[in-house]
């Protein structure tokens, strides 16, 4: 201010501040006129931050600075309009904020710390449709809210003009809501926050939990139904697919990523490096009864994968999407008359069919079959035994696991007659 002003002297930088200041309210216009494609927003994020280093450093005083964001203001409201700059009301006192000296955190300043953080924990989708939530509450917030200044009644209200007007099932609001009560979570345990102000929010959307049929096991009738219909195709291993995850309990996205280096030559087990949860990484041992089919769907691959060929979509690579989809289009032929939806059934259902299987008539530990299909968990039993269950006592459980004598006989001989006569001697 001093080289602006040209002087030391107090009064006479007093007489002089008001041209200054003009010159500045110029200079914005200047800029403005010329080729500006910032907003107002954006310009006044630039200016709080150039204040607040100068006023940090020493070179202005806070008077001196203040004045500057008085006329950093009165660009803002000439440029937006006094009712655009009212709407954005909380985003300007931001800014303020921090031209000011205050502590801000800014939403996209926070942000992309969390994004690095969070990139190698979860899968590359998940976080990218976290990104558009966080991005519609910033913008329903101003653009770049100041984290510490966010409220309870604040989310509340964004959750009051959002959901309601949405049309979406309360499954989508609750993610939405869990979206960022992650971030906020996150933000907590960094001190960024004091609280997260979603916290105990979930309980007021309405039909939460309601409404949705659970998925229920497959009968040993349905099961051999759904084998004896399914086939394995010249690139499509579908039956294959579906023995697998019926005898392994795995997801379909976790069957069909796995490599051949995850699969030894005897067959007996595969691993799975990673996946939905931290308990995904894991190693599952393959039923007696599908040891051989995956030693021979292991010899004939074409390329890395235990199932060769799949397209792979998106960043994260998923290879299950066509595989899902053409599974639903075959149980619908099986089962024409029912709505699966309603009925609760669908690839998924595997899990569950298997899980019940291992717990009700192999008589598993839970704790033990939980750490098998990879399922994460809190509970006491999985803190004790928090390195998990020895392999030969999975791979006890997984032998254990029994669909009765029709399905486990139909699924040997159906294997027996995909693998070729090994040659004499």
């Known amino acids: 201010m001093v080289r602006s002003l040209k002087t030391s002297d107090l009064r006479v930088a007093q007489a002089r501040r008001h041209g200054v200041l003009a010159e500045f309210e110029e200079e914005f216009k200047r800029r403005r006129g010329v080729q500006d494609p910032s907003t107002p927003l954006t310009d006044l994020?630039?200016?709080?931050?150039?204040?607040?280093?100068?006023?940090?450093?020493?070179?202005?005083?806070?008077?001196?600075?203040?004045?500057?964001?008085?006329?950093?203001?009165?660009?803002?409201?000439?440029?937006?309009?006094?009712?655009?700059?009212?709407?954005q009301e909380r985003q300007i006192g931001a800014y303020v904020g921090l031209a000011q000296g205050q502590e801000v955190s800014l939403y996209s300043e926070v942000l992309p710390t969390y994004l690095a953080a969070k990139a190698g924990t979860v899968k590359h989708r998940t976080l990218e449709t976290q990104q558009v939530t966080l991005a519609k509450f910033a913008a329903w917030c101003g653009g770049d809210p100041d984290l510490a200044a966010i409220t309870r009644k604040q989310v509340g209200q964004w959750m009051s003009a959002t959901f309601t007007t949405s049309g979406r099932s309360p499954k989508t609001q609750t993610g939405w809501l869990s979206d960022l009560s992650s971030f906020m979570d996150w933000c907590e345990s960094r001190g960024v926050i004091e609280r997260n102000p979603c916290a105990g929010l979930s309980r007021s959307i309405k039909g939460k939990g309601k409404g949705k049929t659970p998925r229920r096991d497959f009968t040993d009738a349905e099961l051999l139904a759904v084998l004896q219909h399914l086939k394995d195709g010249k690139r499509y291993a579908f039956w294959s697919v579906w023995a697998l995850l019926l005898y392994s309990g795995m997801r379909l996205g976790e069957l069909l990523a796995t490599r051949l280096e995850h699969v030894p030559e005897e067959g007996d087990r595969i691993f799975i490096p990673g996946g939905k949860t931290s308990a995904a990484r894991r190693t599952v041992p393959v039923h007696p009864i599908t040891q051989p089919l995956v030693k021979h769907l292991r010899k004939r691959s074409t390329d890395e994968y235990l199932f060769p060929g799949l397209p792979s979509y998106g960043e994260d690579l998923q290879r299950g999407r066509y595989c899902s989809s053409r599974l639903a289009t075959q149980l619908n032929e099986v089962f024409p008359d029912i709505d699966r939806k309603a009925a609760g059934i669908s690839t998924h259902s595997l899990r569950h069919t298997f899980i019940s299987s291992a717990i009700n008539r192999a008589e598993a530990q839970p704790h033990i079959v939980r750490q098998i299909v990879g399922h994460a968990e809190d509970h006491v039993t999985l803190q004790v035994y928090s390195h998990g269950p020895s392999f030969d006592i999975a791979q006890r459980v997984v032998a254990s696991v029994s669909y009765g004598p029709e399905v486990d006989g139909y699924v040997r001989e159906r294997i027996a007659e995909m693998i070729p006569p090994q040659p004499e001697g």
């Open 45 to 87: 994020k630039a200016t709080a931050r150039s204040i607040f280093a100068q006023r940090r450093s020493g070179e202005l005083s806070d008077e001196d600075a203040d004045q500057l964001v008085e006329v950093m203001l009165d660009e803002v409201v000439g440029r937006m309009g006094r009712a655009g700059a009212e709407r």
